[in-house]
């Protein structure tokens, strides 16, 4: 494939044009609508400047030898070309056109005085093609006749490459400026409109970004697509325009908006990544390379806007813009090795797609052969240029575009770390007002024990006191007193005991209710089996919690005591994503209608199991089994 490839490639090397022998003479007569003549002409280039327009030897002239008549390194030289017209047609007028930003006097030689006479015969014409006026040189010569005309060319260095000879016949002007100008831009032309138009999209959005952050890094962006729009768009111009002063700045165009949009990109790079902060190193390294461009700049457009030194300009031109692509190359490696900004990643391979492309660019401008095997036109290294650029604009927009993801994000979690402080007061405000609850129920339950349990203690002891003292022995008063004292006294412990904030956890309670149901059952003839599990969670229960489960406890307990005949009750403690209390005896078990005595006391078990979200369950099967569930979590405190 690569040898079919090469052979191909050398056979279109092969049927590269070969230069025709010199026909120096031009037949308006054959001529249709228009034709180059630049290789129907003959020049003489006097670098002595011995030479004028009246001293001239015909013999001087010569045929060009290569594509160009003029040589760059002698554009401070006198330059005369030859031009020999005959007419074997009958149009007597014809229109010369020598190309753009040409200064010139054209002379007929009067053969018969021998003298050059010199014409007055330039002028402009509107072109509705172009939108502009082309400047022509009218020429007469009749039927039959042969005029000789010498041009005295004022040949710089921003119209030398623009010299492009052309006869015109008068009528066709209009296919002239289509076929001639436009037909062979036409790709080019929608191309770059195209680009541009992105272009301008991309600085829009830059520079709402920087009107709405004021950050200067979005401002050197901006600027700099704004700078490469202006270089397009008179590269872009060089179609239309024909005026010598629009050339005459071609060059500075063409150095200083490059290296202009370049060091705005670097000043972009360097701010957008805070390099001056985060990596000294490499800030100094685009510093560098900012300041030597602009040396360069202050030294070389002078060297430039001269007949003698352009040409030497032009090459340093060429050198400075690749040591600054190959130095720009070592900038990207170093950006790329620094991981640090992700940022950087998009930036650096977008430099390097940009650089790449101006190499090939400029390899294609400078010395590839395109113009004759791939598209007679200049345009190609410009568009190739663009496109890199345009492709540097694109990841360029996605770095900018991930550091707006990344400060959404940021702005999210600052707005969620704001929340979670919010949050986190709040629960330190309800924290703070539980905390005051439970110091008001311990305070509650210190004082019931101090002032109620002292004195229903007293009346416990007095009783007694009574009773010993009492020559009655059967005196029930004084036994319905200390017994209710006795009850009381009871009563009271478990609503300390619930009101204490101390005993507000599962272990706690679970210790109670065994130490309670023990105590219950130590003075019946009940044999009582007590499973509890060997490991218990620190686990919050509140104080309501834990007061309905001990009453439905003790009127479980009551229950089995006052009805079952039981002489065995298994009770087992669960723990697991629920707490459970499974009573179970072996008695006569009960009658479950609506009549039944002790029916109050079944509904009383269910209904503090549901308010604290939790549930009871009976089974009359041979004995009587009570279950009693609640949750551990999404319970109320």
């Not at 770059?192 to 600085?203: A, E, G, K």
């Not at 890094?217 to 697509?225: P, T």
């Not at 218990?536 to 406890?553: A, D, F, T, Y």
């Amino acid at each position: 494939m690569l040898k079919r490839l090469f052979f191909i490639y050398l056979l279109l090397i092969c049927l590269k044009p070969l230069p025709a022998q010199h026909n120096s003479v031009v037949d308006v007569g054959r001529i249709q609508d228009f034709q180059k003549i630049d290789d129907k002409l003959s020049f003489f280039t006097d670098i002595s400047k011995s030479y004028s327009i009246h001293t001239l030897d015909p013999s001087l002239f010569k045929a060009p030898a290569g594509k160009t008549p003029f040589n760059e390194r002698r554009l401070e030289a006198r330059h005369f070309i030859r031009l020999t017209v005959t007419n074997s047609g009958n149009r007597d007028t014809c229109w010369l056109y020598m190309g753009k930003a040409q200064q010139y006097v054209v002379y007929e030689y009067d053969s018969v005085a021998g003298k050059m006479l010199a014409m007055d015969n330039r002028f402009e014409l509107y072109s509705d093609v172009l939108m502009n006026k082309i400047p022509y040189c009218r020429i007469t010569v009749k039927k039959g006749e042969t005029k000789d005309y010498y041009i005295q060319a004022e040949i710089d260095f921003y119209n030398w490459q623009q010299f492009d000879p052309v006869i015109v016949i008068p009528g066709e002007q209009t296919s002239f400026a289509f076929i001639y100008f436009i037909k062979p831009s036409r790709v080019y032309l929608y191309v770059t409109l195209v680009l541009l138009s992105i272009m301008l999209c991309m600085f829009a959005y830059t520079l709402a970004l920087f009107f709405r952050t004021f950050q200067t890094e979005y401002l050197y962006y901006s600027g700099a697509i704004f700078i490469f729009i202006i270089y397009f768009t008179a590269r872009m111009l060089n179609v239309f325009r024909f005026g010598e002063m629009y050339f005459f700045l071609y060059d500075f165009r063409y150095q200083v908006l490059q290296l202009s949009g370049n060091m705005l990109i670097l000043l972009f790079i360097t701010a957008f990544l805070k390099l001056k902060e985060k990596n000294p190193k490499l800030y100094t390294l685009f510093q560098y390379s900012i300041v030597l461009q602009i040396l360069f700049l202050l030294i070389n457009v002078p060297l430039t806007y001269s007949n003698k030194y352009n040409f030497w300009g032009n090459m340093a031109f060429d050198v400075i813009r690749t040591c600054v692509l190959l130095y720009s190359v070592y900038l990207i490696v170093v950006l790329l090795a620094w991981k640090k900004e992700k940022e950087a990643t998009y930036l650096g391979i977008g430099s390097f797609v940009a650089i790449l492309m101006a190499f090939v660019a400029l390899y294609v401008d400078r010395w590839s052969g395109y113009d004759y095997l791939l598209l007679r036109y200049t345009g190609i290294p410009v568009l190739i240029f663009m496109f890199g650029v345009l492709l540097q604009m694109f990841l360029f927009m996605q770095g900018l575009a991930y550091r707006t993801r990344k400060q959404e994000a940021e702005r999210v979690r600052a707005v969620e770390q704001l929340q979670l402080e919010n949050d986190r007061k709040e629960l330190e405000k309800y924290k703070a007002i539980i905390d005051a609850r439970e110091t008001e129920r311990n305070r509650i339950s210190q004082e019931i024990h101090d002032d109620i349990g002292s004195g229903l203690t007293s009346i416990r002891l007095l009783s007694e006191i009574a009773k010993a003292k009492c020559s009655d022995p059967g005196n029930k008063e004084i036994e319905k007193i200390s017994a209710t004292s006795n009850v009381l006294m009871d009563k009271m412990n478990e609503i300390i005991w619930t009101l204490n904030s101390r005993n507000d956890s599962l272990p706690n309670l679970i210790a109670y209710l065994r130490h309670h149901i023990v105590e219950y059952f130590e003075s019946l003839n009940i044999h009582l089996y007590l499973s509890v599990p060997d490991t218990i969670n620190e686990i919050s229960i509140s104080g309501k919690i834990r007061r309905n489960i001990l009453l439905s406890v003790k009127e479980a307990l009551h229950n089995i005591v006052k009805h079952s005949q039981a002489t065995e009750v298994n009770v087992r403690f669960l723990v697991n994503d629920f707490f459970s209390i499974a009573i179970t005896d072996n008695g006569v078990g009960f009658n479950s209608a609506p009549a039944n005595s002790h029916g109050n006391g079944l509904h009383n078990m269910k209904e503090r199991l549901s308010t604290i979200g939790g549930t009871c369950t009976i089974i009359n099967n041979g004995g009587t089994s009570i279950v009693f569930k609640v949750p551990l979590a999404n319970y109320p405190l």
